[in-house]
């Protein structure tokens, strides 16, 4: 079952507008870490002090 | 100072502690760690506005400031996502970071309240002096604390949230969860970002990431913690133990 390896069951569905936005804000949010571990790497190192 | 520089951190004191409020509300009727841990968080969140909207309207004090860099600048993403630790991780590992989160701030309060300031500092560089800063902390190897604790809080916080929402994302379950994660963790990024823009030197960019956050994060909790109407994918049982703000 498709379940039992945590996806969705076939034919089951978000409304069409969250099937589209939740993987866009998902990968955005994933970028924003990223972004902010440099800064914080920066700021640790002392290589930005702002 | 502008007008809407001395009003943000105000409002965001008030939204922050009226979540908390609904937070231990919550905790009242359901219990659960991470309950207790996201209302001390938003208490902490609290008081660091309290003390931005304090030195916005009467200026330089250094118990305020220690209290800010404290509870504001250090602790609060850190306490947040060990609420979400809580949820996500086995017990006995999120007992184990809460012990090191514990000494953690406890060195850190020891540290900050020790430390020797210059609010002088706040006006040099690019940091106009209009937001508070840990500039004026003079004392070497204070300031290198937060970046631990901020990172530390931020992949919790904000990673825990996302891996929620995909969770639910991938098993098309729960859409009022999904939604409300992606609202906690876009919330939590905020006051980062708004910090990090300060430190550029952009007016007011602080405050604004803060308070936007905390309303942000408010909503999502809303959000996540009451079903959606619609029948459907978002009406459905979860059928794994998922993480949300239950």
Sequence with gaps: MSNEKGSAPPGRRYP????????????????AIVLLLGVALAVALGAWRG | MSTLIRVLPFISCVVSLVFAFFVFRRYARRRGSHLLLWGIGMVLYGIGGFCEAYYSAFGWNPLVFRLWYLCGAILVAAWLGQGTVYLLARRRWAHALMALLAL????????????????????????????????????PGVRTLTPFFNTYGTLTLVGGAAYSAWLFWRKRILLHRTIGNILIAAGAILPAFGGTFSRIGIPGALYLGELLGAVLMFIGFIRATTPMQAAGAGAQAPTTKAPSPS
Excluded: C
Excluded at chain 1, 16 to 31: D, G, N, S, T, Y
Excluded at chain 2, 121 to 135: F, I, V
């Design chain 1, 16 to 31: 069409a507008f969250w099937e589209k936005a939740v993987p866009i804000a998902l990968v955005a949010i994933a970028a």
């Design chain 2, 104 to 139: 953690g701030s406890l060195y850190a309060a020891w540290r900050v309240f020790a430390a020797q300031l210059d609010p002088a500092l706040m006006t040099s560089g690019l940091h106009t002096g209009s937001e508070l800063s840990g500039r004026a902390i003079v004392t």
